[in-house]
């Protein structure tokens, strides 16, 4: 696969979750194209966009990120959604408790049917929209730990943490033996 999968080069699958108008079709664009419109409904749609990351240690990882054309509606699709997922970034609003409960309900759902050794984040976005804010920056960090995911607060926005968000889960991902 023109060395796409040796310890040094990584590609991997990359789904988002989370309710609708959380902002993952917004984190995607700024992070594959370092764009934000407001007025966007549009979804990145049934194909993928990918992007890749550098590494200190040079190495790479190619992100195929998946976003859901509004089928976050239909928990039953899901399963096929994130089948294959090294990764799985689970997004909530911080303006929104419903957001929230939704992001641990679908924590849960991967840790059931996910793969085992699947990477895993919860996004607190629009974090600037801190004057709004009803989810406390602790409980997303408190159920983040005790799920051994990363925790980070975004905004697609401002751009704040995007490229964070991406980097970290490059880190953690594991790496086939050379
Ligand atoms: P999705 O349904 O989860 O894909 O959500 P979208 O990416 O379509 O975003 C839903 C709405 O939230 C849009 O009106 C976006 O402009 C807005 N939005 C997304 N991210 C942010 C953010 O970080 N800050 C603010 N203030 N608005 C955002
Ligand atoms: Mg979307």
Redesign the pocket.
Known sequence: NGGLNDARNLRVKLV?L?????????????FVRGQ????????VGASFLSQTIALQDSTTVKFEIW??A?Q?RYAALAPLYYRGAAVAVV?Y?ITSPETFNKAQFWVKELQKHGSPDIVMALVG?????HEKREVPFQDGVDFAEKNGMFFIE?????A?NINQLFEELAKRLPRPSP
């Open positions: 988002l989370g309710d609708s108008g959380v902002g993952k079709s917004c984190i995607v664009l700024r934000f419109d407001p007025t966007s409904k549009v979804t976003d859901t509004g976050e997004v609003d976005n629009k974090a600037d929209l975004t905004s697609a926005k401002t704040d």
